[in-house]
Structure formats: structure tokens, C-alpha cells
């Protein structure tokens, strides 16, 4: 796809010097990995329309830099979280070689049919709407072995061929890392925003940093940083203890810009009831709080403008 020179932002690459980029996640170039060009910023918006049978207010990502640091289980107990105030919720699995979303809402059932578009299943409690490659495989156990082109056109598949209905929040729950699947989600649905999660421990730091230099690559706004197992509470003293070091949220927050939407700690009874499909069940002080501090930092966002088929 060619290089871009930093001193002048120019490319080397004649597909986008004509005007004709389509973004690096679909380029059959041979540096089309390494590019990090967007068909949204080269050659005009390439988003995908929403469906005829969805009608989504924020499209939010969240994403880590770093594999095991909570991601999936942020993603749920902010879902939860925004539920409990009234809003209507939303989740697409893009963590297709690693969905952990049905289990932990409990989720097993297959998704029915809306007219010609798949219709997502509903948690028990809350009636929060999920769509994920393991509510269609024969065996939760069962390996999705694909190549990157035909996961992000999965990725796809979920946002085109899904009846949403009326929402307030899509939460997209990304796989970890930079490649395929981020930049397809990036590049091809309208994100008005991406949460960035973390952990205390410098390694998870660093990387999250350099999920937080794609993001402003692609372009895409930031809500905020949620740090996730920051602390365990001693359930006799209730004295805190940093298991994993101390935060580093502050730092990176210096550092970037990032508000901190909130610090988790690490608690058993998230890991016991997302075991038993029952994540919806947990209650802590500090759950609402993410979800207020969330919606501010999204109110002061700038909505992405609508794009219908």
C-alpha cells in the first residue's frame, strides 16, 4: 500500500495519491499491513450504512491493548451498568476467535430471524442484545479457525445483516491487540467513540499505549481509560490492596489525555457469577459510578453522522 512520509504526510502509494485508498484492513498491497491508512480519511467516508431494522444512538468500542486484562468483562459490566439506567443496550462480539460474551451473560440460545436480517438474543434480566459467532456454533468449545479477510467480514455480517432495533448503546467488544479485526471495525462502522482498558501492571501500560496511537490513526475518539483489577478490597478489614502494583491510570492519563472513567477492582464475585452466565446479578458502588462518568465524557463527544443504506 506504500509508506507515508512523515515529514510531508504524503504516501508513496499511487492508490492513494489517486484518491482511491480503501483503507488498510482491505488493501491487497503488499505494506498494506503496516500502512494504517483510512479509506475514511483518504478518499471520503467508506462506513457501512445501518439496517433497515436498527436504529443505533453510539457506537462505542472497547478495546485493550493487551490480551487478559478484562476487556470482555469490562464490556458486560458496562453494559449492565448503562441498563440499570434505563438505556438500551447493545453488544457485538467482534472477538470472534475468543467470545466470551454469551458465557458471561448466559447466553446459549440461537438467533432468530427479523425479516431478512438475524435477530440478536436477549439477556435474561435486563434484555440487553447480543450477537456472537459462539450462538451459532454446535459447540461453545468449537475453534474458529479463520484467516483475518473472513473475520472481519463476520465483523461485518454483524453490524449489515443484524436487527438491532432501537438502541442507545452498540458496545463493540473488541479482540485485543491492533490487527485485522480492530481496523476493520474502525474502518468500516461508524464508532463514535473507543474505551480503552487496562490493567495496573507497566506491561499492560505500554501496550494499551499503543492501542491508544492506532485509535488516533484511525481517527476515531477516545472516551476514556478503565483500569481494570486496580485493587482487591479484604473482605474483613476492607483495606485495599494494589495485587498488581500500583495504578498507573493517573500516569497514563498524563501522558495521553485520557479521562479515567473509573478503577476496578479485582473481585471474585465478578468471575463467579460471569462462570455461572449471571453477570447481570452483580452489584458494587463503583459500577454506577463508570456508567455516569461514561455518559458525561460521551456527551461531550461529538455524534458521528448517521449513514443509512
Request: aromatic share 4%; hydrophobic share 40%.
Amino acid at each position: 500500500m506504500g509508506s507515508t512520509n512523515g515529514k510531508s504526510g504524503e504516501t508513496s502509494c499511487a492508490l492513494a495519491k489517486d484518491g482511491n485508498c480503501p483503507g488498510s484492513s482491505a488493501c491487497g498491497q503488499p505494506e498494506a499491513s503496516s500502512c494504517g491508512q483510512s479509506a475514511d480519511k483518504k478518499s471520503g467516508l467508506d462506513l457501512l450504512p445501518v439496517n433497515d431494522y436498527s436504529e443505533i444512538g453510539r457506537v462505542v468500542a472497547v478495546a485493550s491493548g493487551k490480551g487478559g486484562v478484562g476487556k470482555s468483562s469490562v464490556t458486560a459490566l458496562l453494559a449492565v451498568a448503562l441498563a440499570r439506567r434505563g438505556r438500551r443496550v447493545g453488544v457485538l462480539d467482534a472477538d470472534l476467535t475468543g467470545p466470551s460474551i454469551p458465557k458471561i451473560f448466559g447466553l446459549s440460545g440461537r438467533p432468530g430471524v427479523i425479516g431478512q436480517a438475524l435477530a440478536p438474543v436477549e439477556s435474561a434480566s435486563l434484555g440487553i442484545r447480543v450477537m456472537s459467532i459462539n450462538l451459532m456454533l454446535e459447540q461453545e468449545d468449537e475453534p474458529v479457525i479463520w484467516r483475518g479477510p473472513i473475520i472481519g467480514g463476520v465483523i461485518k455480517q454483524f453490524w449489515n445483516d443484524v436487527a438491532w432495533g432501537k438502541l442507545d448503546y452498540l458496545l463493540i467488544d473488541l479482540p485485543p491487540g491492533t490487527g485485522d479485526a480492530p481496523l476493520t471495525v474502525m474502518q468500516s462502522i461508524p464508532v463514535d467513540a473507543v474505551v480503552m482498558v487496562s490493567s495496573p501492571q507497566a506491561l499492560a501500560g505500554m501496550i494499551v499505549r499503543k492501542a491508544i496511537k492506532m485509535t488516533n490513526i484511525m481517527n476515531v475518539p477516545i472516551a476514556g481509560l478503565v483500569e481494570n483489577m486496580s485493587y482487591a478490597t479484604c473482605p474483613k478489614c476492607n483495606e485495599h490492596y494494589e495485587l498488581f502494583g500500583p495504578s498507573r491510570a493517573e500516569e497514563i492519563s498524563a501522558e495521553t489525555g485520557l479521562a479515567v472513567l473509573g478503577k476496578l477492582p479485582l473481585d471474585s464475585a465478578v468471575a463467579a457469577l460471569a462462570d455461572r452466565g449471571q453477570i447481570e446479578q452483580y452489584e458494587a458502588d463503583h459500577l454506577p459510578n463508570l456508567a455516569i462518568r461514561f455518559e458525561d465524557r460521551m456527551n461531550e463527544l461529538p455524534k458521528r453522522p448517521s449513514i443509512t443504506a
